[in-house]
T-cell receptor, first 119, second 114 residues
Framework: NAGVTQTPKFRILKIGQSMTLQCTQD?????MYWYRQDPGMGLKLIYY???????DKGEVPNGYNVSRSTTEDFPLRLELAAPSQTSVYFC??????????????????FGPGTRLTVL | AQTVTQSQPEMSVQEAETVTLSCTYD???????LFWYKQPPSRQMILVIR??????QNATENRFSVNFQKAAKSFSLKISDSQLGDTAMYFC???????????FGTGTRLKVLA
């Protein structure tokens, strides 16, 4: 049981380039999340998904796209990278409980993060 | 708006001593969840402790315990017998009811001194 895995660990992009950050979880969690963490700051939610085929915007979605074709994978796409996207990106997952699974009472489990620099 | 405030950007403690990290939050809800996460230099976010607001008993996990004051909207973390491995950034997080989106504080950087 690997938990939440992210690739790559580090990446340097030039302005205008695109890339996909990969995230996979093997815990059969229905909820998945992408956060960014800027230096000295807390985590900000970029996008989240409550199940395969369902995604929604978080607090800071501009410049990013996501897809969720399977329960396990939740890739984050950066189009036209900008210096403002230099950050550490974390993927997380959790199991939604409750009668309609909208109230996730369980802990979010985080991946190790991807450090992205845009020059 | 619901917010989480950690008023101590940095703290230090001697090894084997006890330290308390503070967290306050703002909400009009009565049932919610609170968490403390640890982020060591490796950057991995690790759950330290979890508290359910409807439970009056303070959560405890080995050397880690919380002081949950619901009326004051305060959720402090106490680390007893501090160890060098406790050196990390600590984040307080709030999970409102009916949602799955955490609200994180800005963190407290804790350094344990030998």
């Amino acid at each position: 049981n690997a938990g939440v895995t992210q690739t790559p660990k580090f990446r340097i992009l030039k302005i205008g380039q695109s890339m996909t950050l990969q995230c996979t979880q093997d815990m059969n969690h229905n909820y998945m999340y992408w956060y960014r963490q800027d230096p000295g700051m807390g985590l900000k939610l970029i996008y989240y998904s409550v199940g395969a085929g369902i995604t929604d915007k978080g607090e800071v979605p501009n410049g990013y796209n996501v897809s969720r074709s399977t329960t396990e994978d939740f890739p984050l796409r950066l189009e036209l990278a900008a210096p403002s996207q230099t950050s550490v990106y974390f993927c997380a997952s959790s199991y939604g409980s409750g009668a309609d699974r909208r109230f996730s009472t369980d802990t979010q489990y985080f991946g190790p993060g991807t450090r992205l620099t845009v020059l | 708006a619901q917010t989480v405030t950690q008023s101590q950007p940095e703290m230090s403690v001697q090894e084997a001593e006890t330290v308390t990290l503070s967290c306050t939050y703002d909400t009009s809800e009565s049932n919610y969840y609170l968490f403390w996460y640890k982020q060591p230099p490796s950057r991995q976010m690790i759950l330290v402790i979890r508290q359910e607001a409807y439970k009056q008993q303070n959560a405890t996990e080995n050397r880690f315990s919380v002081n949950f004051q619901k009326a004051a909207k305060s959720f402090s973390l106490k680390i007893s017998d501090s160890q060098l491995g406790d050196t990390a950034m600590y984040f307080c997080a709030f999970l409102p009811p009916g949602t799955y989106k955490y609200i994180f504080g800005t963190g407290t950087r804790l350094k344990v001194l030998a």
